[in-house]
């Protein structure tokens, strides 16, 4: 952390030169603040060095980059930096072309009936590939944060490749519905259910692995 904060100290300091500043013997220092902005992404904290200096926050580029799942890449013959997608990422992975949403609801029959919606908010068309073989996953955990359910849409023994084509302000829905009659599942206990699906967005010839989590919970029939 501490040799991160002089390399970002130092990179101020060449901007200020590069700028144009000049200073005199008495005024060679200058006044920054450590860490005092808190980051935010998508509302989580996130443990990045910063400075603030002059109204303006300067952070580590390759520490945010890799915070968005990104490569950064330093070529030391152009000295040029260049921040790309990463070939490899910890789900969720999203596309920047597809947001997804989780909706949730125990009907009359007490199955509780699952939503995945991938909305294309794009001006263009987007293609997404699925396949049988890795399609979707559902967990369901307790409030204890255990496993109590579990099941995988993914075939092993056939495979089908098809396309969907997602318009403009279109989505695409995936549905599934859980039988919570048996009386193993608790009325009035906070489940988590975290839905996973795969796909491949052909455009970028890349594939996702992208999950939702939303909660639920059986109440007493009245």
Known sequence: ??????????????????????????????????????????????DVDNILYEGVTYVPLRDMSELFQKEVAWDSQTNT????????CNPPCHSGHLETFLITNINADRNLELQLILHNPTLEEVTATFDTKLYYDIVIYNDEDEETYRYSDGLDYATVIWDEVIGSGKSFITKANIDLSDPNWSVSELYKVRFDIHYEIKSEKKDYEVYEENYFMIQNEQ
């Open 1 to 46: 952390m501490k040799s991160r904060l002089k390399l970002l100290l130092v990179a101020i300091l060449i901007c200020i030169v590069l700028s144009g500043f000049s200073f005199t013997a008495s005024s060679s220092n200058i006044k920054v603040l450590l860490n005092a902005i808190n980051i935010m992404i998508n509302d989580e904290v996130v």
């Open 81 to 88: 930096v260049n921040v790309k997608d990463s070939e490899d």
